[in-house]
């Protein structure tokens, strides 16, 4: 009898300590689902990169320059939201036309891709009012490649 007593004790210590780590487990994996993001807003950040420009027949190497930190920037500004979608427009300090952007929030609600109206741009939310942004463009005559971190004014 006495060796059933003490089987049952340590049933019951097992069962006791499995019931805790579902409790646990129960609490801690909704804390670690990441919201939906809200990218309405001004979305605004210095980048730095290099691109090839005036690439043409008569001059094939083309003009490169390299966008140091700190002296360009650009804007995003996001109008409308809709779930994972959104829109806006951006514009630069180097091209201060607006140029229309749509974007999407990945399923992870963390990574973002965008398009405007030359290039691709794809990145991943750092906290609800931070980014990281990269851009890539090609056409005829140009291309270019960009990195950046934008932040929701």
């Keep these: 009898m006495l060796l ?22 129960a609490l801690c994996i909704p804390a670690m689902a990441v919201d939906m993001p809200n990218m309405v807003g001004n979305w605004t950040g210095s980048y730095e990169g290099v691109a090839f420009r005036n690439i043409t027949s008569l001059n094939p190497a083309g003009d490169f320059s390299f ?8 804007t995003f500004i996001i109008e409308n939201q809709k779930g994972a979608g959104f829109v806006g427009k951006k514009f630069s300090s180097t091209n201060p036309l607006l140029q229309k952007v749509v974007g999407i929030i990945g399923f992870d609600n963390k990574t973002v891709s965008m398009v405007d109206e030359e290039a691709y741009y794809w990145g991943e939310m750092v906290s609800p009012t931070q980014m990281e942004l990269y851009h890539q463009e090609t056409g005829i005559g140009k291309m270019g490649a960009i990195r950046s971190v934008l932040t929701k004014e």
């Design 4 to 25: 059933y007593g003490v089987h049952n004790m340590r049933w019951m210590k097992m069962m006791r300590e499995i019931i805790s780590v579902m409790v646990l487990l």
């Design 67 to 74: 966008f140091e930190t700190g002296t360009t920037t650009w």
